[in-house]
């Protein structure tokens, strides 16, 4: 995706999506590009990758603990085979949600197999963490959005994810985030869509998985980032300082999407490519740059 004249060739920004865009099939020439790579993943899950994403199971792609490490290998190896053809070093690495693991991984703050075992681990404490609900509001400003759910009676609602200047998603309780609709739409949004997740994902009812993966983080050995990586939670670059305490809290925190983008946008970072199954980021980050 180019949205600009941007920096020149050798100098893209790489952005990788998150959960919610995996599908069956996935992968299947990434696997026999990268076996050693494949082998590592079978060996780090305990299972086949292979027989999770091609195989008669596929069905478990839509649980959050098999679907994050699937997306997180096919990512990567999406990246890696697109270097292969296309050698460029990155400006700067941004993931949605998911995606941010790919992108520290690639500017070498963990190896793939540690950064694997992170996502496999987070997603079994994020599956655990199940009940609640998520839904997308389409056409409505996010701050007028955003005071809605401030103001809501009791809490229980809450922005998950700033993902366009028109588009948030909202995340908490299921029936809270049900009653939420119809003030939403006597608000102004022209859409509200429920997502299919287990769980309600980038809200404080995540804090208690976040703490048990806090201490996952606590025992893994991460360096500094080689190549800029915007935080979803502070639509900055990563600090190595502050690495783990602001990548855990990325799972209770909203995904500051539309800020991140801003933050490539200003900086002349016109130049962005979407690496992954499918593309789900490339309209946000096009809607982004047309009202910035």
Request: hydrophobic share 45%; aromatic share 8%.
């Amino acid at each position: 995706m180019v949205v600009g004249p941007g920096r020149g060739a050798l100098m893209p920004a790489f952005v990788f999506p998150g959960q919610g865009t995996q599908l069956p099939g996935m992968g299947r020439e990434l696997f026999e590009l990268f076996p050693d790579h494949v082998r590592t993943a079978d060996e780090v899950l305990g299972y086949s990758l292979r027989e999770l994403c091609h195989g008669s199971r596929t069905d478990r792609l839509g649980q959050t603990r098999y679907a994050q490490p699937a997306l997180y290998v096919v990512t990567v190896l999406s990246y890696l085979h697109f270097q292969q053809r296309c050698p460029s070093r990155p400006s700067y690495l941004l993931g949605h949600s998911l995606g941010e693991y790919c992108a520290l991984h690639l500017a070498g703050v963990f190896d793939f197999g540690t950064g694997l075992a992170l996502v496999a681990r987070r997603g079994e404490v994020m599956a655990r963490a199940a009940g609640g609900a998520m839904a997308a509001v389409i056409g409505l400003d996010p701050d007028r959005a955003a005071a809605i759910t401030a103001a809501w009676p009791g809490g229980g609602v809450w922005v998950a994810n700033y993902n366009a200047p028109d588009q948030i998603v909202v995340s908490g309780r299921a029936d809270q985030v049900h009653a939420a609709e119809e003030h939403f739409l006597a608000a102004g949004a022209t859409a509200f869509v429920p997502l299919r997740v287990s769980g309600a994902f980038h809200s404080p009812l995540m804090r208690a998985a976040e703490e048990e993966f806090e201490e996952v983080l606590a025992g893994t050995r991460v360096g500094e980032p080689r190549i800029p990586v915007i935080s979803n939670v502070t639509a900055r670059p990563y600090r190595a300082a502050s690495l783990r305490a602001t990548l855990s809290g990325q799972m209770s925190g909203s995904v500051r999407w539309t800020d991140s983008i801003r933050f490539l946008l200003d900086r002349g970072e016109t130049r962005i490519v979407e690496l992954g199954p499918r593309r789900m980021l490339t309209p946000l980050i096009e809607r982004i740059a047309a009202m910035n």
